[in-house]
């Protein structure tokens, strides 16, 4: 079946490093990929997606490149911020699953000053 | 903002009760689906409903039940209710594509502890 594979966490940064957090997925075809993010409290909220091969998503700063030959998709950030600080999924979704959302454990993120 | 409304935000509920949590989606948006969140962990999927139908299901027993209505907005039921039911309940809703592949968007969920 389906599953994704995040990289444990916690990770602590200072500001202005970079950020990488990896992602692997297992699929029977063609998924689409999604990083979501969920801030202390909230519900998720989409970052960024990409849905085929080489396709790369960004938002807010924020890079993934969609790795059929490596099955990746690892979240990037060449300077992170304070504001960044929250918990990160990456998530599957595929026709032969209804499109239903496969989330990663999450991996969370602490951004100090 | 989603605009994707949930409620209630918490909710206390005893072993064996029954509960009811409700999810409002975008206007337009035929698809909705049920995620169980527990503490520390990603999401899992409950089910999907597409024009008030359901048309998916993860592995969660019939207990856990849904409805969706013509107003764009849906029930999540949970029967006799056990504590590892405590968890954070998400709705998500999304958009109808010629494709069936449609980014899905988050309400803030519901919290429900079960003592």
């Known amino acids: 079946g389906n599953s994704v594979t995040q990289m444990e966490g916690p990770v602590t940064l200072s500001e202005e490093a970079f950020l990488t957090i990896n992602c692997t997925y297992t699929a029977t075809g063609y998924p689409s990929l999604f990083w979501y993010v969920q801030y202390p409290g909230e519900g998720l909220q989409l970052l960024l997606k990409a849905t085929k091969a080489d396709d790369k998503g960004s938002n807010k700063g924020f890079e993934a490149t969609y790795r059929k030959e490596t099955t990746s998709f690892h979240l990037e950030k060449g300077s992170v911020q304070v504001s960044d600080s929250a918990v990160y999924f990456c998530a599957l979704s595929e026709g032969n699953s209804g499109y239903a959302l496969n989330f990663g454990k999450g991996t969370s993120l602490l951004v100090t000053p | 903002e989603t605009g994707v409304t949930q409620s209630p935000t918490h909710l206390i509920k005893t072993r064996g009760q029954q509960v009811t949590l409700r999810c409002s989606s975008q206007s337009g948006h035929n698809t909705v689906s049920w995620y169980q969140q527990a503490l520390g962990q990603g999401p899992q999927f409950i089910f999907q409903?597409?024009?008030?139908?359901?048309?998916g299901r993860g592995n969660f027993p019939p207990r856990f039940s849904g409805l969706q209505f013509p107003n764009y907005s849906s029930e999540l039921n949970v029967n006799a209710l056990e504590l590892d039911d405590s968890a954070l309940y998400l709705c998500?809703?999304?958009?109808?594509?010629?494709?069936?592949?449609?980014?899905?968007?988050f309400g803030p969920g519901t919290r429900l502890l079960v003592l």
């Open positions: 998500a809703s999304s958009p109808d594509s010629p494709s069936g592949q449609e980014t899905q968007y």
């Open positions: 409903y597409y024009r008030e139908e359901e048309n």
